[in-house]
């Protein structure tokens, strides 16, 4: 560094120390800066002893304020005091199967999921959640009626698979027990009373048990949905009933209950008691499926439960069962009856479903992925079955179409004043030929079983519920290629193409029999147009699955009629046969020789 940087740096120093002279605090100043710090200080400190001496006197109003109010909580709730108020606090309770979520305020389930399916929009299947159901027990304690529900649990002991709440009532105790076993759908409920007697009452002695849930929508098709959901329940080791699923409906019920079950479309609520509920009060409250979007229904039942507090130790054990509807699941429990819940039909066509359709369902559901390939499947086991009658029923047309101009012929010998001698001779002519003019509806009508079997089954069958083929993204509810911005009344607000491709076939049908038939039934072919119309309104709301069904079917009926026609049926070959039958000697039924002596009574009657 050179003699010019020492001179310069020197200089920049004797700078910075006379700017430090000049600019520092006279005494003076200096003196009111320190009074004004005390000062603030001294205010800091009177702030925080007003803060301290407030806080106190807040403690002293609150300690009054606390007294006051458990003196009035004692008044209000006697020794149930310590139980009415507190925090909610929540603990889960689950398996592989279901998922629980428990609630300290009434010891209650709070809500209760299906972990294998999912809602509509791939939300959680929950059965019930929250505040929208409501459980508990009624009971008397000075002069009022309390409800467990409103009670505040304390949680006594939790493990993997079992939760206990208590609540602590003097010097004795009420429990809530819960226990949900591996791969199960029932849950182990139990309600214990210890030294409750000098405390607590209840009448006759019973507990009214209460049991109210608010059921939400989980399908796509509401109208299906609310339309398959209600109220079960079975009078002790009787039948199974259930109340209406529309409008309001309110039901009493005197006698012993097993078990009362709130059931969706796929899935159910139920309770049921180890000891017969003693008589019930039932109700159900559908919503209007187009203001509401959330709640389907309000179902609620009040339940006589045996259970006397006067002794020492008193408990009731219950089970939950929160599972879907699917028949083998149900059926698990033979003893219970479950499978009722189903809606497969009675008598027939319940036999039917269950013993015929389900079996071979379940035997291709093993063999094949595909659900669109098990209906057609189905369907062409169900068409073989019934192929005789269909052969019946088109071989006993084809013989009444070849008598027509025999019975032209009748008709006009006859006239029509003479109705009675006209019936008569056409009834001898059927007699002769060994034609019976009902051949063509018996076998129709004996069909009828397994289709009707079928209408109960594709609605209610849960393996169908979010399985998709070609266009329908869910066969157990309807297929939508179109949403409309309206609604079209008794139609929907949407189209249907396995809907529409069911009546098209159907009319194509309708003009095949009315062929076949105008010869004959000339009025009917109105009839076979309507018929079509009025399917295409009632079944644009029903699953996909079930119109497709009905749309393979009648295409496999026009095969085999084709077939029919084709191979097996010779309407010259018939007439021939009708014409040897005549030749031969007819011997009359009891029932024609009742039918000829009437059409004589009558015939003198009328002379």
């Given at each position: 560094m050179d003699k010019k940087s020492y001179i310069g740096l020197a200089l920049i120093f004797a700078i910075i120390v006379i700017f430090q002279w000049i600019n520092s605090p006279s005494e003076e100043e200096r003196e009111k800066w320190r009074a004004y710090h005390e000062q603030q200080a001294a205010a800091e400190k009177a702030r925080q002893d007003s803060i301290s001496a407030l806080q106190a006197a807040q403690s002293v109003e609150i300690a009054v304020d606390d007294s006051t109010r458990l003196n009035q909580l004692n008044a209000k709730y006697g020794i149930l005091a310590p139980c009415m108020e507190g925090e909610q606090n929540f603990t889960k309770l689950e398996n592989n199967l279901i998922s629980l979520q428990l609630s300290s305020k009434g010891a209650r389930v709070y809500s209760a999921e299906v972990k294998e399916y999912k809602a509509y929009g791939n939300k959680a299947l929950k059965l019930f959640d929250g505040d929208n159901n409501r459980f508990g027990f009624s009971f008397i304690h000075n002069n009022r009626s309390f409800f467990t529900g409103d009670m505040f649990f304390q949680l006594k002991e939790q493990n993997d698979s079992s939760v206990s709440y208590i609540a602590n009532i003097g010097n004795g105790s009420l429990t809530m027990s819960y226990f949900l076993p591996h791969n199960s759908y029932e849950v182990h409920y139990t309600i214990t009373a210890d030294s409750l007697g000098d405390k607590l009452f209840n009448r006759n002695p019973a507990i009214e048990l209460e049991w109210a849930i608010a059921?939400?929508?989980?399908?796509?098709?509401?109208?299906?949905?609310?339309?398959?959901?209600?109220?079960?329940?079975?009078?002790?080791?009787?039948?199974?009933?259930?109340?209406?699923?529309?409008?309001?409906?309110?039901?009493?019920?005197?006698?012993?209950?097993?078990?009362?079950?709130?059931?969706?479309?796929?899935?159910?609520?139920?309770?049921?008691?180890?000891?017969?509920?003693?008589?019930?009060?039932?109700?159900?409250?559908?919503?209007?499926?187009?203001?509401?979007?959330?709640?389907?229904?309000?179902?609620?039942s009040n339940l006589g439960v045996k259970f006397d507090m006067n002794k020492p130790h008193e408990s009731a054990d219950f089970s939950f069962f929160f599972l879907p509807n699917y028949y083998y699941a149900l059926d698990s429990y033979k003893d219970l009856d479950f499978t009722e819940l189903l809606p497969l039909g009675w008598g027939i066509f319940g036999w039917i479903n269950e013993y015929f359709i389900i079996p071979v369902f379940k035997y291709l559901e093993m063999a094949f992925d595909s659900y669109g390939l098990i209906i057609l499947l189905l369907t062409i086991i169900i068409k073989t079955i019934i192929f005789p009658f269909t052969f019946s029923s088109y071989k006993s047309q084809a013989k009444m179409r070849v008598l027509k101009p025999q019975i032209d012929e009748i008709n006009k010998r006859i006239p029509a004043e003479k109705a009675m001698e006209r019936q008569q001779e056409t009834m001898n002519l059927y007699k002769k030929a060994g034609v019976n003019p009902m051949g063509g509806c018996l076998p129709m009508l004996l069909q009828m079983p397994i289709v009707f079997a079928a209408f109960r089954f594709f609605p209610a069958a849960i393996e169908f519920r979010g399985e998709s083929f070609l266009w329908a993204d869910d066969l157990s509810t309807y297929d939508s290629i179109l949403d409309l911005p309206f609604k079209i009344p008794f139609y929907g607000a949407h189209i249907s193409l396995f809907c529409l491709l069911f009546c098209a076939v159907q009319v194509i049908y309708s003009k095949a029999q009315m062929q076949n038939q105008s010869q004959t039934m000339p009025g009917m072919g109105m009839m076979m147009y309507m018929m079509p119309v009025m399917m295409l309104f009632f079944l644009n709301d029903f699953p996909a699955a079930l119109n497709y069904y009905y749309f393979l079917s009648m295409l496999i009926t026009i095969l085999q009629t084709a077939i029919i026609k084709r191979f097996f049926i010779d309407e010259k070959s018939i007439l021939a046969q009708i014409e040897a039958n005549k030749k031969k000697p007819s011997k009359k039924s009891k029932w024609q020789a009742r039918y000829e002596e009437l059409l004589r009574e009558q015939k003198k009657q009328r002379k």
């Open positions: 059921m939400p929508y989980a399908e796509k098709g509401h109208k299906s949905e609310s339309t398959w959901s209600g109220v079960y329940y079975r009078i002790n080791n009787g039948d199974v009933e259930d109340l209406g699923a529309t409008g309001e409906q309110h039901k009493e019920e005197n006698l012993g209950i097993d078990w009362v079950a709130y059931k969706d479309q796929f899935f159910s609520s139920i309770l049921k008691a180890n000891t017969p509920f003693a008589g019930a009060t039932l109700s159900s409250v559908a919503h209007d499926i187009d203001k509401d979007t959330l709640i389907m229904k309000d179902v609620a």
